[in-house]
């Protein structure tokens, strides 16, 4: 359940259900979130994104979803450094945050009381329920701070140039892509063209083959400003991590086809 309306309205409404403020943040990480298809994946051999994360720890706030394949994970400040809260935000509301803030560049406050969440933003207000229960442990599945970890760095312009050269679309689905990792470069193979790309600081590195769904590698290379990627990896059978490296603090991880 969610509803949008004019704020004085809302606070008329529901003024006396004891609101708390939670933080008050920009909209700008949290429309870099929503441009992916956060609430809906159109790919049918997957569940479906359920809602958005919102974790608030001591001045960050972090946005996070995730259908059990791929993990979308942003982070900001907020302007109230003692605040902590976690809620997961429903589809259906986050549909409707996102239509709200499409040309808006102000200042989202976040509240909460027992029963429900809201947004405020200007003169509008959307009060939500809340999804029960415990999200995924979304920092345990990174890679970045293993200590087993490899990780390169791409030239973000790069490497879509190459995934789009290779992808393949075949019966409304995308073929994976393999993404071979030499100490010469990247060598990528789809279902019948090559590509390579080159890459730079080097850490840990090993050589591997990963089999990667080229779609969902565009997704990510589609949505970020960053002009370079760190790519973390560490078994054939591991999820790999995409972070931009400039700009939003963004972070993409998928786990390799079979």
């Keep these: 359940m969610y509803l949008t309306a004019n704020a004085d309205f809302v606070k008329k409404l529901y003024g006396t259900l004891d609101w708390e403020v939670v933080g008050t943040f920009s909209t700008y990480a949290l429309l870099e979130l929503l441009k992916v298809n956060v609430a809906i994946d159109k790919t049918n051999d997957y569940e479906e994104f359920k809602g958005v994360l919102v974790d608030i720890n001591n001045g960050t706030i972090n946005f996070v979803a995730t259908n059990r394949t791929r993990l979308f994970w942003i982070s900001d400040t ?42 405020s933003v200007g003169d509008a207000l959307i009060i939500t329920d809340t999804i029960q229960g415990k999200f995924p442990q979304y920092e345990a599945v990174t890679t970045h701070d293993r200590d087993d970890a490899s990780s390169i760095v791409i030239n973000r312009e790069r490497l879509k140039d ?69 790519f973390y990896y560490t078994e054939e059978t591991r999820p790999i991590e995409l972070r931009a490296k400039d700009g939003v603090s963004y972070t993409y991880i998928t786990t390799p086809s079979r």
Excluded at 80 to 108: H, M, Q, R, T, W
């Design 78 to 119: 907020t302007e109230d450094e003692d605040s902590n809260f976690y809620a997961i935000i429903p589809k259906d509301a986050i549909l409707e945050l996102k239509k709200l803030l499409k040309g808006v560049n102000d200042k989202v406050t976040m509240l909460h009381n027992k029963t429900y969440v809201a947004f």
């Design 162 to 230: 190459a995934v789009q050269t290779v992808i393949t679309k075949t019966k409304e689905k995308y073929s994976p892509i393999v993404f071979n990792i030499t100490d010469n470069g990247i060598h990528l193979v789809g279902e019948t063209l090559t590509a390579d790309i080159g890459y730079t600081d080097g850490k840990n590195f090993k050589p591997i083959e990963l089999k990667l769904e080229g779609n969902y590698i565009l997704d990510f290379l589609n949505q970020i400003a960053s002009d370079y990627i760190a």
